[in-house]
């Protein structure tokens, strides 16, 4: 195990909850941008259990459900995504095709 490796696992444990949800996130687009998807899958699953109204984490794990040809996972997670984020009250912007 390298350093960096190290320290990330020394230092989860000591995170707050919202400060783990978003490790985990990034935790799983850094697995994800290295090839290694199930252990991607397994951290945004993660987040979502941390949060379950985490749009970005079901936006990714939806991502990698349909690189895996899991269509159905996949719509799931992205209307959870979409659901999650009006619940927010998060606003989407049409912006015009230029």
Do not use: W
Request: aromatic share 12%; charged share 30%.
């Amino acid at each position: 195990m390298n350093k960096a490796n190290s320290t990330k696992k020394l230092q989860q444990p000591f995170l707050t909850n919202e400060q783990n949800k978003v490790f985990q996130n990034i935790s799983g687009v850094e697995k994800a941008d290295k090839g290694k998807y199930e252990d991607a899958f397994k951290a945004f699953t993660s987040a979502i259990e941390l949060n379950p109204k985490d749009a970005d984490a079901y936006f990714n794990r939806a991502t990698l459900k349909v690189r895996s040809g899991d269509l159905k996972g996949a719509s799931q997670d992205f209307k959870m995504s979409e659901n999650c984020h009006r619940d927010s009250g998060f606003k989407f912007v049409k912006y015009p095709l230029l």
